[in-house]
């Protein structure tokens, strides 16, 4: 069980066009959905934390209107990378966690590259 | 707040001899402890966690660590390497057993030689 679905695993697009990676938890419900950021040969920056129904809370130095982020059900999440540009090319990895004293599980990740 | 330290940027081993992978933790509260393993191109896998109780804790596919509170340390160990357990492995602190918030260690590449 917990099976956390990414979607898709791979888009490459052209400079200054959005981009939008779905988030799903596939065999239980999620209050909270983590999406994460990772540099090539780094480790995963949380970029925010977005609870069912509520607005997304942004770690500092995150763009809200750059990153939005809407968590709609308690399956879904999504993250659209609006007006992308090189510099937001990168693996973009999502969380679901079922309520606050169970674990994270990540989903498969998305590898974003930016024309 | 809280902080990982993994001591190794590569660890190289041989198939069939033991693995050691050490991290070492701060936490201004009674952490729960985490090892996830990350497959290239994939997502993390969680190995194996630690939430105050049993300070040996077992994980999937033979894979163990021991909370150390006096050594603020949680090393991951297995006893015989696998050519499938090449990856990159992550220590991660989270404050005590909320699961809210996690930091996460810069990595560990286990690499396996036949």
């Known amino acids: 069980g917990a099976v956390v679905s990414q979607h898709p695993s791979w888009v490459i697009c052209k400079s200054g066009t959005s981009v939008k990676i779905e988030c799903r938890s596939l065999d239980f419900q999620a209050t909270t959905m983590f999406w994460y950021r990772q540099f090539p040969k780094q480790s995963l920056m949380l970029m925010a934390t977005?609870?069912?129904?509520?607005?997304?809370?942004?770690e500092q130095g995150v763009e809200k209107d750059k990153f939005l982020i809407n968590h709609a059900s308690l399956t879904l999440s999504t993250l659209t990378v609006t007006s992308a540009h090189p510099e937001d090319s990168s693996f973009y990895i999502c969380s679901a966690r079922r309520v606050s004293n169970q674990p994270q599980h990540f989903g498969d990740g998305t590898r974003l590259s930016i024309l | 707040a809280q902080s990982v330290t993994q001591l190794d940027s590569h660890v190289s081993v041989s198939e069939g001899t033991p693995v050691l992978l050490r991290c070492n933790y701060s936490s201004s509260y009674s952490p729960s402890l985490f090892w996830y393993v990350q497959h290239p191109n994939k997502g993390l896998q969680l190995l194996l966690k630690y939430t105050s109780a049993a300070t040996l804790v077992k994980g999937i596919n033979g894979f163990e660590a021991e909370f150390k509170k006096s050594e603020t340390s949680f090393h991951l160990t297995k006893p015989s390497a696998h050519m499938s357990d090449a990856a990159e492995y992550f220590c991660v602190v989270s404050p005590n057993s909320g699961y809210s918030t996690l930091t996460f260690g810069k990595g560990t590449m286990l690499l396996v030689s036949p």
């Open positions: 977005s609870n069912e129904g509520s607005k997304a809370t942004y």
